[in-house]
Nanobody
Framework: QVQLVESGGGLVQTGESLRLSCVMF????????VGWFRQVPGKVREPVAS???????DYADSAKGRFTISRDTARDTVYLQMNSLKPEDTAVYYC?????????????WGQGTQVTVSS
């Protein structure tokens, strides 16, 4: 089993930065992709960024140029550095981990961390 624990959310002003962390525990040998998603009440959860075991990354258009996903393998931790935050980035951010066999299967989810950006 795999557990994901997010941290780093908070209340910031427009233009400021936050770094989210996702610490992974458990049997990680089947995990080869980790991603960040976000969700606003009443809306569908949407992908933000993902990183594969080979360090390749993908970003949503809304995140490109402002957010950076990275990982520290030694600490089993994935980060999401968010710069130039906007009010529309306000959401609960979730870390997810899974398998990419041509299709990504998001098998594990964290509990989420709230990010609020004030205008």
């Amino acid at each position: 089993q795999v557990q994901l624990v997010e941290s780093g959310g908070g209340l910031v002003q427009t233009g400021e930065s936050l770094r989210l962390s996702c610490v992974m525990f458990g049997r990680l040998f089947n995990v080869n992709v980790v991603g960040w998603f976000r969700q606003v009440p009443g809306k569908v959860r949407e992908p933000v960024a993902s990183i594969r075991r080979d360090e390749s990354t993908d970003y949503a258009d809304s995140a490109k140029g402002r957010f950076t996903i990275s990982r520290d393998t030694a600490r089993d931790t994935v980060y999401l550095q968010m710069n130039s935050l906007k009010p529309e980035d306000t959401a609960v951010y979730y870390c997810a981990a899974g398998r990419n066999d041509g299709t990504i299967h998001w098998d594990y989810w964290g509990q989420g961390t709230q990010v609020t950006v004030s205008s």
